[in-house]
C-alpha cells in the first residue's frame, strides 16, 4: 500500500519559503494515503497561479491547464474515467475571478470530483494584484489606495448554489486540513475545500497569526451539526466567513454521474469505442 | 417529362412550414429521387417570413436552383416574397382564406386552395399543411401511398385516429386540385426516379452520426445555431452508447471539459458556431500545447460578432487557420457534402489521435442546416485508428524502470506515445507550460526548440486525410479553374455544367477539403492547367482566395466571387460571373 512518500517526487517546488500552498500539498499527500489510493488512481487538474503548479509536484497523473479552466477539465476527466480519482486544485483567482462561472455550475452539477483552492486573497504569481477574495481596502499594486470591490464570500456562495460538500482549512492546521480532504474524497460529489493559504510575500495583511487571531474552529463548536444548511449559512454570516471546518454535507445529494441516463458503472474509457453493424443500421434508419 | 423540379412552401416562422417541406420531402426521397433542401428562417421563433427550397431530380444534386416550379403559400408576404422566383408558368398553391393576389408583373398561374377550411372540415386548422402536401403531389401526380409511411411513423405515438386524419387531409388536397386541373400538369411531370433506397439528412445529422460511429462518447457544448442539431441528436442517441452530453455554462468549459474527457482516454467533441469558436481559443492552444486530442466542429454562420445568426456565410477560414497565440500544429478540415459530414468526422477522430493534436471539422450553415439525399452509409468504411496509444501490458511493464512515462519523447516523426491516466507504469505531467520529455516544466532554450519542433514535425510531412482536394478535372488544359469549399461544391459543378455546354469553355474543379495543413501541391497542378482561377466563397475579403495566393503563388491568374448577403449562392450568379470573367477578363 501507497504510503504518503510514494506521493512525493523530485521536483522542488518552486514557491517561496513560508507559502501557505506547501501544507496543502502535504495534506493532499497524506490525504491520499490515508485513503489507500495508488499513484496512478489519482489525477490531479489544476489552474494558473503559484497554486496551480502543485500538480507537478505529486506523483500522480497531473494536468496543469490554462488559467480558470481547471474545474471543466477535471469534470471531463472523471466522466471519461469515474475510477479515478479526481482533484481540481488552483487559486483563489483562478476559482473565484476568471473561473467564478465553473466553478458555481460545477457546484450545481456536482460530478464527483473535489476542487481545493489555495485562498492567499491576492494574485500570486503575477507578484500581487488585487484579487476577489482581497479585502475592502486591502493595498496592491493593482489597487494603491486600497480595494474597492466587495470579498466574494465563496462558502456561503456554495451554500446557496446547492453545494453538497463545503468546507474551510487554513495551511497552518495540516492536521484538520488533511483531514478535510479526506472527507472531500470520500464524499460523493462535487466538494468544495477553501484553504486560508497564505502568501508570505504579497499579502502582509492576512498572515498565519492574522489567522490564528480571526478564525473560529466549527470542530470546537458544540452542537455544530454540518448537515444543517441554515445553521451553516448563520455560522458563516456571524463570523464574516472566518471559520474552518466542515460547514455542511449533503449526504443525500446524488452525484451527476449518477444521475445520467444509461451511464455505466464501467468507466467509458474502457469501453468499446465501436458500434456493431446492427445498431449502425437501426441509426441509420432514422433517415431514411 | 422534366427531369427536376423546385418546390417551396413559405408563411410566418412557427406554422408549420417545416413539417410541410419535411412530409413532402420524405416521401420523394423514398420514392427514388435525389433531393436538396434548404431553409430560410430569421432567429424569431414564432412570426417573421420562412421558407424551405426543395429541389426534386432524378439525378444527384447538391445546389438550389435559380428558378421555381411551385410556390405554397400560406400568407400574401410569402408571394410578394417569393413569386419573382417561378418561372413562365409556374404555379401558386396559396390558401383562399387570405385571398392571394399576384403581385404585378409575375404571370404564374395561381390557385386558391381552401387549405385551412378543408383542414377544419377533416377535424383541425392545423392540418392545412397536409391539405397543401395533398395538393402538391396531386400537381406533379405523385401516388398518394407515396406519403403513408411517412405520415404512419410521424403520427402513430398520437394514435390511429390521427394517422387517419392527417392521410384525409392529404386525400382532401389531391381532390381538390384534380377538380380544378383534371390531373397533373404536364409541365411538372418527373421522370421515374431509380427507385433507390437512400438517406435524407442535414450535414448536422450526419456530423452527428459520425462522431457516434468514430467512437466519441462525451459531447461538451453550449447551445448555437446553427450547430445545435449535433448536440441534439447526440442527447437522443448517447446514452443507449452509455456516452453523454453536458450542456456547459459556456464554450470554454464545453471545450476544457472535451480536452479533459480526451486526456482521460474519451473520444469526446464539441460544436459550436462563431462566437463559440472565438472563446474556444485559448484552450485549443493548450490542445495543442498538451498534445491532447480534441475535435471541435464549427458550423459556420454570417460574422462578425453576432452577425447573421441564421444565414449563410464562410467567413471563418482565417480564424479557423490562425486562431490561438502561439504556434502549435492544427488540423482544420472541411466537408462539402453530408456524406463527407459523415465520414469526415470519423477520419477527424482519427487524425486527432493519430497527431495528438485540435482538428477542426469546418462546415458552414447552408452544409450543416441544408437537407440532402446521401447514398446508403458504409459501415465497413468506419474504421478506428487510435495512434500511438500504449495499452499494451507487456510494454508497460518494460517501462517499470524508467520512472516516469515519456510522454513527450523526442521522435522522427514527432508523435510521443501517449498513455492513459490510470495505468500504473504510466506516471507523467501534462501542461501547457513548455516542459521537457516527461512533461516537467522547463525553460531549457534547447529543449524548447526541440520541442517545438518536435510538435510542429507531427504535420510537416502532410497528414493522413482521404482526398484533401475533391477534384473534378477532366480538362489537361482549362479556360477555368473554378476552386471553393464545404456547400458550394453542387452550385458550382452546375456553374461548370452550364458554362462548358452553353459557352463552351473547359472549366475544371477542385474544392478544398483539407483547409490546414493546406494542400499546395495539389491546387499548384490544378491552378497551373487553368488560364484563370475563380475562387467562389461566401464572404467578403476572399480568405480562400488569399489562402491560394500565399502559399501557391499565381496571383495575378486568381479573381475572387464573393457573396456576403446572409445567402447561398445561386447556379446563375456563379455563371454569369465567370461568363463575365472570361470575356472582360474580369467581374
Ligand atoms: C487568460 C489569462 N489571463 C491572465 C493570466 C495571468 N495570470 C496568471 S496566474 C494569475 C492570477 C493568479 O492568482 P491566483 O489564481 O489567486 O493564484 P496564486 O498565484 O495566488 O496562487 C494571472 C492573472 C493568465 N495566465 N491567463
Ligand atoms: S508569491 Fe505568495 S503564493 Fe506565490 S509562492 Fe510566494 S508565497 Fe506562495
Ligand atoms: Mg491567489
Redesign the pocket.
Known sequence: MATFKDFRNKVKPNWCPGCG?FSVLAAMQRAFANQGLEPEDVAIVS??????RISGYVNAYGFHG???RALPIAQGLKLANRDLTVVAA??????F??GMGHTIHAIRRNVDITYIV?D?Q?????KG?T?PRSEMGFKTKSTPKGSIEATIAPMEMALTAGAGFVAQAVSSDLKQLTRLVEEGLKHKGFSLINVYSP?VTYNKVNTYDWFKEHLVNLDDEEGYDPSNRMQAMQKLMEHNGLVTGLIYQNKERKAYEELIPGFDEKPLAKQDLKINKEQFEELVAEFA | MIKQLSWKVGGQQGEGIDSTGEIFSIALNRMGYYLYGYRHFSSRIKGGHSNTKIRISVRPIRAVSDELDVLVAFDQETIDLNAHELHEGGVILADAKFNPTLPEGVSAQLFAVPFTKIAQDVGLAQMKNMVAVGASSALLGLPLEAFQSVIEEKFSRKGQQVVDKNMQAIQRGVEYITEQTGGPLNALRLEKSDGKKRLYMIGNDAIALGALAAGARIMAAYPITPSSEIMEYLIKQLPKFGGTVVQTEDEIAAISMVIGANYGGVRALTASAGPGLSLMT?AIGLSGMTETPAVIVNTQRGGPSTGLPTKQEQSDINAMIYSTHGEIPKIVIAPSTAEECFYDTIQAFNLAEKYQCPVIILSDLALSLGKQTVEPLDYDRIQIERGNLVTDDQELEELENSQLFKRYQFTDNGISPRILPGKKHGLHHVTGVEHDETGRPSENPLNRKKMMEKRLRKLEQGIDFKDPVHLDCKHEEADLLIVGINSTRGVIHEAMERLEEKEGVKVNHAHVRQVLPFPTDILREQMAKAKKVVVVENNATGQLANLLKLHVGMADKITHIGKYDGNPFLPSEIYNQCKELLVHGHV
Open positions: 500552498d489552474g494558473i497561479g503559484c497554486s496551480g490554462v488559467h480558470g488552483g487559486g483563489d483567482g483562478d476559482g475571478a476568471i489555495m492567499n491576492v494574485y500570486g504569481l503575477t494584484q484579487s502568501c | 485559448e
